[in-house]
């Protein structure tokens, strides 16, 4: 089946240890997503590709960082993580073509900080 | 700016009907999502509004009104199943989607 999968499903980390999250899909959409998470809150976007072309929100820390070498994969790093970066950190794809096509998300990574 | 205001949390008794009510203040809209996110997994679709009125998917509907920056998620003969977070989401563009913090329905024996 055509998915978005995330790997590692938790991730450990040090305080101030760079740490990369992994996101691939088979689904060939063009618009990939990176949301943060935290317990009963909103997905919050931190940044999204439309294709090569990277976007950033506003206030997405320096700290963190994406990459995306080929359609089907996108990496979220961050560079020096504090415990306020404790989170579920969400991937989602999209077409990104039309306004009604609704976004698929992976099972998330659940990042701790020690 | 995005403003998305959704209940906290709601309880209802298994076979009964529930209403979780979505009201949104945004720029640029084009139409409104619902996401179900049980504990720990990812969200999934559920329906999507872009005309005033009321989207039926089976145990599933889904209300808009765009004068009154209104949405409404209805659930018919609850499932224990259904325990889950319910999140509105309005869409500003073909990739801008501002969620709400969700609402968290329980459902009871």
């Known amino acids: 089946d055509a998915m978005v999968i995330q790997n590692p499903r938790y991730q450990v980390t040090q305080f101030g240890k760079p740490v990369t999250l992994s996101c691939s899909q088979t689904?060939?959409?063009?618009?990939m997503y990176w949301y943060q998470q935290k317990s009963s809150q909103a997905p919050k976007l931190l940044f999204h590709?439309?294709?090569?072309?990277?976007?950033n929100e506003a206030d997405t820390p320096d700290n963190f960082q994406s990459r995306r070498p080929n359609t089907s994969f996108c990496f979220l790093d961050i560079r020096s993580p504090g415990l306020g970066d404790a989170a579920m950190y969400l991937c989602a794809t999209s077409p990104g073509s039309q306004v009604d096509q609704p976004q698929h998300f992976g099972d998330g990574t659940r990042l701790s900080i020690l | 700016g995005q403003n998305i205001d959704q209940p906290t949390e709601m309880t209802a008794t298994e076979g009964a009907i529930v209403q979780i009510n979505c009201t949104y203040q945004?720029?640029?809209?084009?139409?409104l999502f619902w996401y179900q996110q049980h504990a720990g997994e990812a969200p999934t679709f559920l329906s999507y509004n872009v005309l005033d009125g009321l989207e039926e998917k089976g145990r599933f509907s889904s209300f808009l009104s765009r004068s009154k920056g209104y949405s409404y998620l209805l659930l018919k003969e609850l499932q224990m199943k259904d325990s889950a977070s319910y999140l509105c989401a309005a869409s500003g563009s073909a990739r801008q989607l501002t969620f709400g913090s969700g609402t968290q329905l329980t459902v009871l024996p």
């Open positions: 689904l060939n959409h063009n618009v």
């Open positions: 590709y439309y294709d090569k072309d990277f976007n």
């Open positions: 945004t720029s640029g809209f084009n139409g």
